[in-house]
T-cell receptor
Framework: NAGVTQTPKFQVLKTGQSMTLQCAQDMNHEYMSWYRQDPGMGLRLIHYSVGAGITDQGEVPNGYNVSRSTTEDFPLRLLSAAPSQTSVYFC?????????????FGSGTRLTVV | RKEVEQDPGPFNVPEGATVAFNCTYSNSASQSFFWYRQDCRKEPKLLMSVYSSGNEDGRFTAQLNRASQYISLLIRDSKLSDSATYLCVVNGDSGYALNFGKGTSLLVTP
């Protein structure tokens, strides 16, 4: 049981490049989400999903796309990377849609956009 | 107004001390409350849920005051290993997403 797996752990992109951050969970959790964490800003919600085929925007969705074709996977796509997207990205999942059980987080992806 | 507010600290305390963190939240409809712990450059990990009647887990005690929209975490007999950032977490308007405070930094010194 691996929990929540994020890849890659580190990434450097040039401005304008696109990439996909991968997130997979093996706990059969319905709820998955993406957060970014910046110094002094705390964790901010980018997108979330309450099940396969269902996604919605969070607090800071601009510049990011998501899809949820399976229960296990929830990739985050950066369409055209900008320096403002330099951050640490965390994927999280929960078996409870209402979040009452708390989240399990992946170990994060540290992204630098130059 | 930020939905979840915490004193960022840092709190510097000696080993064995008792330390308390406070948190306020703005959404009176929130139903789920948590404390998470985050070590430097690591992912947040669930420390404990917070229940209306208050709850205890070893040296950690969490309290919830719905009327004042206030959550607290008390750590007794602090250990060096308790040094971390403590995040106050509350569910948001949609009921799905969790809103995180910016965290309170704790440093326990020998």
């Amino acid at each position: 049981n691996a929990g929540v797996t994020q890849t890659p752990k580190f990434q450097v992109l040039k401005t304008g490049q696109s990439m996909t951050l991968q997130c997979a969970q093996d706990m059969n959790h319905e709820y998955m989400s993406w957060y970014r964490q910046d110094p002094g800003m705390g964790l901010r919600l980018i997108h979330y999903s309450v099940g396969a085929g269902i996604t919605d925007q969070g607090e800071v969705p601009n510049g990011y796309n998501v899809s949820r074709s399976t229960t296990e996977d929830f990739p985050l796509r950066l369409l055209s990377a900008a320096p403002s997207q330099t951050s640490v990205y965390f994927c999280a999942s929960s078996y409870s849609i209402e979040g009452v059980s708390g989240y399990t987080f992946g170990s994060g992806t540290r992204l630098t956009v130059v | 107004r930020k939905e979840v507010e915490q004193d960022p600290g840092p709190f510097n305390v000696p080993e064995g001390a008792t330390v308390a963190f406070n948190c306020t939240y703005s959404n009176s409809a929130s139903q789920s409350f948590f404390w998470y712990r985050q070590d430097c450059r690591k992912e947040p990990k669930l420390l404990m849920s917070v229940y209306s009647s208050g709850n205890e887990d070893g040296r950690f005690t969490a309290q919830l005051n719905r009327a004042s929209q206030y959550i607290s975490l008390l750590i007794r007999d602090s250990k060096l290993s308790d040094s971390a950032t403590y995040l106050c977490v509350v569910n948001g308007d949609s009921g799905y997403a969790l809103n995180f405070g910016k965290g309170t930094s704790l440093l326990v010194t020998p």
